[in-house]
Structures are given as structure tokens and as C-alpha cells.
């Protein structure tokens, strides 16, 4: 039998990290993952998954993703329930997450749109400028 999930998705707030009474770290968070289509009004649906993580993970998804994070889970689906306050049965489905992948470079307190000056831009040309052109031979390229 199977069950696997793969999931990317951008974090709806920062994870939630707490540690068991034995002392294992796990931290929750949602992921709100795009639809591939468009409703009938054009715009695109999400959909909110509730994701589980473990241990080291769990404590590095912690302190590296937030908010808005572009993150990549490769987990199985779990469902499980519990008495909530009012006596009734509260059932939940989530993903327990075995791998979580940071998908994009840590902000170092810039936002997504305004990237550092490490990252040249696309549109950027590096020869620009320079009006000469290269001559290169067939025999001269590598493939």
C-alpha cells in the first residue's frame, strides 16, 4: 500500500514549535498550495494543508521558515481524532512531513520582491555596452 504526499506551498504563518514530555521537538504550520486551474470567475483557488514535522526538522523549519515561506514537503497523510472540550469527537487530517525543502533563500529581512545584491537580475545584461561582437568556430565549442 502507498500514501505519500508532495506538496509546495507558501506558509500561512510563521510554524508553531513545541517539544513532548520526552523532549521531541514538532512543529505544525498550513501550507496554502495553488490549484492548477481557475474558478469561474478566473482566479486561482488554494488549498490549506495542515502539515506536521518531527524532531530536527521540526526545529529547523522553526527558525528558518515564516510567514509567506515557498516550502516543498514530501510526507504521508494521517488522519487521527481526540475529545475536544465539548465531550465531541474532533477528527483531523494532516500530513506528517518527512523531508521539508526551503525553497527559496533566506530573506535576511528584505522581502521577497526586493532580493539582495548577491542575485543579478534577469533582465540585467552583463555585456551590455561592450558593442563587440565574439567569434567563436565550431571546433572551438565544448559540445
Not at 15 to 40: I, K, M
Not at 94 to 109: H, R, T, Y
Request: hydrophobic share 30%; aromatic share 8%.
Amino acid at each position: 500500500m502507498l500514501n505519500r504526499v508532495i506538496l509546495v506551498g507558501r506558509l500561512t504563518k510563521d510554524p508553531e514549535l513545541r517539544y513532548t514530555p520526552s523532549g521531541a521537538a514538532v512543529a505544525t504550520f498550513t501550507l496554502a498550495v495553488n490549484r492548477t486551474f481557475t474558478n469561474q470567475q478566473g482566479e486561482r483557488e488554494a488549498d490549506f494543508i495542515n502539515c506536521v514535522v518531527w524532531r530536527r526538522q521540526a526545529e529547523n523549519a522553526a527558525n528558518f521558515l515564516k510567514k509567506g515561506s515557498l516550502a516543498g514537503v514530501d510526507g504521508r497523510l494521517q488522519s487521527r481524532s481526540y475529545e475536544g472540550n465539548d465531550g465531541k469527537r474532533v477528527y483531523v487530517t494532516e500530513v506528517v512531513a518527512e523531508s521539508v525543502q526551503f525553497l527559496e533563500p533566506k530573506d535576511n529581512g528584505q522581502t521577497r520582491n526586493n532580493q539582495s545584491s548577491s542575485y543579478t537580475r534577469v533582465d540585467d545584461n552583463p555585456f551590455q555596452g561592450q558593442g563587440e561582437t565574439i567569434d567563436i568556430k565550431d571546433d572551438e565549442l565544448p559540445f
